[in-house]
């Protein structure tokens, strides 16, 4: 059984660019969901994917935005970057919408200079 | 609010027991986590408790739950050196997304 993988491990990017973000869920686990981790903070909850579609969503502009496929690995976009964005992304594995435990991988740390 | 409220830093001796404390804030959530992160690292579940609990013991980790005043505690007993890290709450929310609220982190100090 895979654990949660992430890629890229860390990222450098400069305000008003674009980036992906991708993950790969745990081995039978059909829901991904994305978390931002401030430096300092708690994670806060991004969206969920749940076989392919956006299952909820937490307080994020639009310029977020993510993908599941057909095998349940995920993406997660992010336009015109801003410096507030500088994050530690962390996405969550489980089964049906989250019910069961959720797994995170190890995050990809994004910085916006 | 939304707000998960832990305290900020604890500093134990190694073999002490070590408590972790976190007020959440949703009657309603049907689980409440506790994920341990290293520096750099992504978050390791710890252990987890069902709302109509109020006790979970797992090898050196006790949690205590109680509902009336929204408290949840971890105990590690015998804590080591390699327990030093940033041990965050959680509570999972109800509804279809089942989204993870979590505390701003508990940073544990085992001194030698």
Same mark, same amino acid.
């Given at each position: 059984?895979?654990?949660?993988?992430?890629?890229?491990?860390?990222?450098?990017?400069?305000?008003?660019?674009?980036?992906?973000?991708?993950?790969?869920?745990?081995?039978?686990?059909?829901?991904?969901?994305?978390?931002?981790?401030?430096?300092?903070? @708690?994670?806060?909850?991004?969206?969920?994917?749940?076989?392919?579609?956006?299952? @909820?969503?937490?307080?994020?502009?639009?310029?977020?935005?993510?993908?599941?496929?057909?095998?349940?690995?995920?993406?997660?976009?992010?336009?015109?970057?801003?410096?507030?964005?500088?994050?530690?992304?962390?996405?969550?594995?489980?089964?049906?919408?989250?019910? @069961?435990?959720?797994?995170?991988?190890? @995050?990809?740390?994004?910085?916006?200079? | 609010?939304?707000?998960?409220?832990?305290?900020?830093?604890?500093?134990?001796?190694?073999?002490?027991?070590?408590?972790?404390?976190?007020?959440?804030?949703?009657?309603?959530?049907?689980?409440?986590?506790?994920?341990?992160?290293?520096?750099?690292?992504?978050?390791?579940?710890?252990?987890?408790?069902?709302?109509?609990?109020?006790?979970?013991?797992?090898?050196?980790?006790?949690?205590?739950?109680?509902?009336?005043?929204?408290?949840?505690?971890?105990?590690?007993?015998?804590?080591?050196?390699?327990?030093?890290?940033?041990?965050?709450?959680?509570?999972?929310?109800?509804?279809?997304?089942?989204?993870?609220?979590?505390?701003?982190?508990?940073?544990?100090?085992?001194?030698?």
């Amino acid at each position: 059984e895979t654990g949660v993988t992430q890629s890229p491990t860390h990222l450098i990017k400069t305000r008003g660019q674009q980036v992906t973000l991708r993950c790969s869920s745990q081995s039978g686990h059909n829901t991904v969901s994305w978390y931002q981790q401030a430096l300092g903070q @708690g994670p806060q909850f991004i969206f969920q994917y749940y076989r392919e579609e956006e299952n @909820g969503r937490g307080n994020f502009p639009p310029r977020f935005s993510g993908l599941q496929f057909p095998n349940y690995s995920s993406e997660l976009n992010v336009n015109a970057l801003e410096l507030d964005d500088s994050a530690l992304y962390l996405c969550a594995s489980s089964l049906d919408q989250g019910v @069961g435990e959720q797994f995170f991988g190890p @995050g990809t740390r994004l910085t916006v200079l | 609010g939304e707000d998960v409220e832990q305290s900020l830093f604890l500093s134990v001796r190694e073999g002490d027991s070590s408590v972790i404390n976190c007020t959440y804030t949703d009657s309603s959530s049907t689980y409440l986590y506790w994920y341990k992160q290293e520096p750099g690292a992504g978050l390791q579940l710890l252990t987890y408790i069902f709302s109509n609990m109020d006790m979970k013991q797992d090898q050196r980790l006790t949690v205590l739950l109680n509902k009336k005043d929204k408290h949840l505690s971890l105990r590690i007993a015998d804590t080591q050196t390699g327990d030093s890290a940033i041990y965050f709450c959680a509570e999972r929310r109800g509804g279809a997304t089942n989204k993870l609220i979590f505390g701003t982190g508990t940073l544990l100090a085992v001194q030698p």
